[in-house]
């Protein structure tokens, strides 16, 4: 099983960017997905979080900007981000639950998300 983020970029405090994340491999279901970001200096945080039910939860300082979604492409989270901000910046990890031959938890690579003021 893999799990490949994608979509960060630089991007003007104000604007939007949509990151993805696309697991593959050998997988009987996914149980939740969840965004991390990571700034430098600073410890690694949850953003937003899926489950399979369809639940989402979300740090208090991204709700109402970032919303968190499964794609109509099999295994594809996204999450959307709103009106940026600078503190917005940092590399963007997601994690998966997932049942595969066993359950396991899994990490795809980062993506950067810079914000400029």
């Known amino acids: 099983v893999q799990l490949q983020a994608s979509g960060g970029g630089l991007v003007q405090a104000g604007g939007s960017l949509r990151l993805s994340c696309a697991a593959s491999?050998?997988?009987?279901?996914?149980?939740?997905v969840g965004w991390y970001r990571q700034a430098p200096g600073k410890q690694r945080e949850l953003v937003a979080t899926?489950?399979?039910?369809?639940?989402?939860n979300y740090a208090d300082s991204v709700k109402g900007r970032f919303s968190i979604s499964r794609g109509n492409a099999k295994n594809t989270v996204y999450l959307q981000m709103n009106s940026l901000k600078p503190e917005d910046t940092a590399v963007y990890y997601c994690?998966?639950?997932?049942?595969?031959?066993?359950?396991?938890?899994?990490w795809g690579q980062g993506t950067q998300v810079t914000v400029s003021s």
């Open positions: 491999g050998s997988i009987f279901s996914i149980n939740a």
């Open positions: 994690n998966a639950d997932i049942s595969s031959d066993i359950r396991g938890d899994y």
């Open positions: 899926i489950r399979s039910g369809g639940s989402t």
